[in-house]
């Protein structure tokens, strides 16, 4: 399949190519669109073939259940049963934005769209091409992450190209997301509503709105033998990096010291190295691991990030910056695109910081430990 890809200059559902998407999509076809958490893959969430299709594309396991987006308020009594008090006061307060409620479904929702369950995940997202696709395309838009299945998620439209080119029909490239990590997700069809995956929208933000909520035991932990995840895809490996990562915790001087040392014995083995840190580090470990980025081709120098590589020992070390640990929303933006920077230059293995400050805190972190799959060294 050829894919085609559309930069899109104004958001409106007149515009040429949100036309263009949206007829696609009411063809049964797959379209990849820029929100304000993540890119998502989209297909008409009331046909069942392109929920097919959108597991064929990622490579994703269907029992997975895919997140169905809407624009307007109207369209949520179609696709759901019962709008718990919980949901009203979460919607008044948070859409459209980066949270997705969990529902009983009514019938017109296929079970190919939900995994099987009764129950359906939807979200209204804030994005202005988002709004208009759906607006366009006249149905509720089942999407998931545009990525295959366990890849860190896309946040630039290049990120799709890499994994969907030749997967799906078209890719609309509304240019970098904001927020950069999924959204919150949240179950309202029991008595007390549960958080089920981190996100922008905090654990202690939904307590203030709602006074009480339970967390989902899989959104902060491994998930153990036994235990069943609320949201299915909490089980799988995900949001990860192609090399074993392994984050290091404690106090910032150890945290150095013990990522330096690891470091250097990788080097020392032959094996390439990545080190994702904060901007603040980045002086530390050049310094103390010999790194000289300013002879390095590959560097990027900006306010946000600084990457380099260098030869050192018979291993290569390849530093990163995700961003300022005092500008926790840059780190949440830049993560992943971190994570398949070291994916494109083939480090062997990466040592990660922990970025804990901030209210995003929780929702970062969640994603590293995934990423890590659980693989942290205290110190
Ligand atoms: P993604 O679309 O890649 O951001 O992943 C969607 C997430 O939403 C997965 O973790 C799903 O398991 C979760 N999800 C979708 N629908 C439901 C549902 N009906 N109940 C619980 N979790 C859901
Ligand atoms: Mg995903």
Known sequence: METKFVTITKAEPQSPGIREAARIIQNGGLTAFPTETVYGLGGNALDADASRKIYKAKGRPSDNPLIVHIADFEELPALVSEIPDAARVLMRLYWPGPMTLIFRKTERVPSGTTGG??????????HPVARALIRAAQVPIAAPSANLSGRPSPTKASHVWEDMKGRIDLILDGGEVGIGLESTIVDVTGPVPALLRPGYISEQMLQEALGRITVDAASIGPVSAGLRPKAPGMKYRHYAPEA??????GEPARVEKAICFHVKEALLAGEDVGVLCALESLPLYRGRLGAD???????????????GTEKKGDGRLVLAAAGARQRPEEIAHNLYDVLRFFDSV????IFSEC?????LAGAVMNRLEKAAGYHRMDV
């Open 117 to 126: 369950l009764d129950t359906v995940a939807v979200r209204m997202p804030s």
């Open 244 to 249: 074993p990562l392994t984050l290091v915790r």
């Open 293 to 307: 980025c300013s002879s390095c081709p590959q560097l990027r120098e900006m306010s946000c990030e600084c990457r």
């Open 346 to 349: 083939r480090v062997g293995r």
């Open 355 to 359: 970025f804990e400050d901030g209210e």
